[in-house]
């Protein structure tokens, strides 16, 4: 089984993060908006209020997941909102290390 490795997301994930979000049914990186969604992209990393993860099993990026910290009406503290979850197909399908959607990243402390 290979070893997985969660960490936070970089700018030169990018491409790698594109094609995982595109396996949700998201638009795919064109030349004609590559500029712009890497720019969304960075933004979205240097936010505060926002956590980016991949995963890395066998030298490549297998999984990302994005957070973002909002707060609600009638809460204390704040909520934690995932807008974004994948894990390659064909890394699920193997259930290498018991990554799902459900639990690969939960086993990385954010704070």
Same mark, same amino acid.
């Given at each position: 089984? /290979?070893? +997985?490795?969660?960490?936070? *997301?970089?700018?030169?994930?990018? #491409? *790698?993060?594109? *094609?995982? &979000? ?5 638009? @795919?990186? +064109? ?5 712009? &969604?890497?720019?969304?992209? =960075?933004?979205? &990393?240097?936010?505060?209020?926002? @956590?980016?993860?991949? *995963? #890395?099993?066998? $030298? ?7 957070? #973002? ?6 809460? /204390? ?7 974004? &979850?994948?894990?390659?197909? =064909?890394?699920? @399908? +193997?259930?290498?290390? $018991?990554?799902?959607? /459900? ?9």
């Amino acid at each position: 089984m /290979e070893t +997985t490795t969660v960490r936070l *997301a970089r700018a030169e994930d990018f #491409e *790698a993060v594109s *094609a995982l &979000l595109s396996e949700l049914g998201r638009p @795919a990186v +064109t030349p004609d908006n590559q500029v712009k &969604l890497q720019a969304v992209y =960075d933004r979205h &990393l240097r936010r505060s209020d926002t @956590a980016s993860l991949v *995963a #890395e099993a066998g $030298g490549r990026i297998v999984g990302f997941m994005s957070l #973002e910290f909002r707060e609600r009406l009638n809460r /204390e503290s704040p909520e934690a909102w995932v807008p974004d &979850l994948i894990v390659t197909e =064909d890394v699920r @399908a +193997t259930g290498a290390q $018991g990554m799902t959607d /459900e639990g690969l990243f939960f086993r990385y402390k954010l704070v």
